[in-house]
């Protein structure tokens, strides 16, 4: 245990750029009496914000579950669909996520924007998303992405990428000239956020923490966290 501390200072001394990584946040303040009373809504002004900011991978969010055995996972994943019950994304059924979840609901997302100082994390439980919403938004997706739906199993071991590309060649053909059905392993979940926090960074560490919280009657109650 000595061992490890000493190793793990001396590789901290050895490396002074990341110590001296450091940015000081000064763009907006976040208070209370100026959020929605109702979390979505409040992330929907922010995220107005973040589309009129023109930033790279906007709907990018980090979704973490977690495994059969208890151990946390994470990956990002892309905000597809949102309404007052939660947020939507898309994904196949069968993936480690998928599996994650039908084990155990209770997930978290995160969303970061550097360029605007902000984050939001939201607590919550997956349900799927009807059939008939799945259909519609696979629909929407560009027909070589239909296909790659139908050639991934997704998580699984494969040997190598010529795999995937007789896959995608062999069911391009079979579909050719014809609609390409929805994957029944392949759909939507949405995230019911019971937790939502907003994010505002500040000068000196001293950040906005702006937390909503779901009470036993559904409403949401507001309050201020310490940076």
Same mark, same amino acid.
């Given at each position: 245990m000595i061992y490890f501390a000493q190793k793990?200072?001396?590789?901290?001394?050895?490396?002074?750029?990341? &110590?001296?990584?450091?940015?000081?946040?000064?763009?907006?303040? $976040?208070?209370?009496?100026? %959020?929605?009373?109702? @979390?979505?809504?409040?992330?929907?002004?922010?995220?107005?914000?973040?589309? &009129?900011?023109?930033?790279?991978?906007?709907?990018?969010?980090? $979704?973490?579950?977690?495994? %059969?055995?208890?151990? @946390?996972s994470g990956r990002i994943v892309l905000l597809k669909g949102l309404d007052d019950n939660g947020f939507i994304f898309f994904t196949n059924y069968e993936s480690s996520k998928g599996i994650e979840i039908n084990h155990n609901p209770a997930v978290a997302l995160t969303f970061f924007w550097p360029e605007l100082e902000r984050q939001v994390r939201v607590e919550g439980f997956v349900e799927k998303v009807s059939e008939q919403d799945s259909d519609t938004y696979f629909q929407s997706r560009p027909r070589?992405?239909?296909?790659?739906?139908?050639?991934?199993?997704?998580?699984?071991?494969?040997?190598d990428r010529e795999t995937l590309e007789r896959r995608t060649q062999t069911l391009t053909q079979k579909f050719k000239n014809q609609i390409i059905t929805r994957p029944p392993h392949w759909g939507g979940y949405r995230v019911i956020p019971q937790v939502m926090e907003f994010w505002q960074g500040r000068p000196s560490r001293l950040h906005d923490r702006i937390v909503y919280t779901r009470s036993h009657d559904l409403s949401w109650q507001i309050a201020r966290l310490s940076p």
């Open positions: 793990t200072l001396l590789l901290f001394m050895s490396t002074p750029s990341l &110590a001296d990584l450091r940015k000081d946040y000064t763009l907006h303040g $976040l208070d209370i009496a100026d %959020v929605a009373p109702h @979390p979505v809504s409040q992330f929907r002004h922010w995220f107005a914000e973040v589309i &009129a900011a023109k930033l790279p991978e906007p709907n990018a969010m980090h $979704l973490s579950t977690v495994k %059969v055995d208890g151990k @946390p070589e992405s239909q296909i790659g739906a139908w050639v991934s199993h997704q998580s699984q071991f494969i040997p």
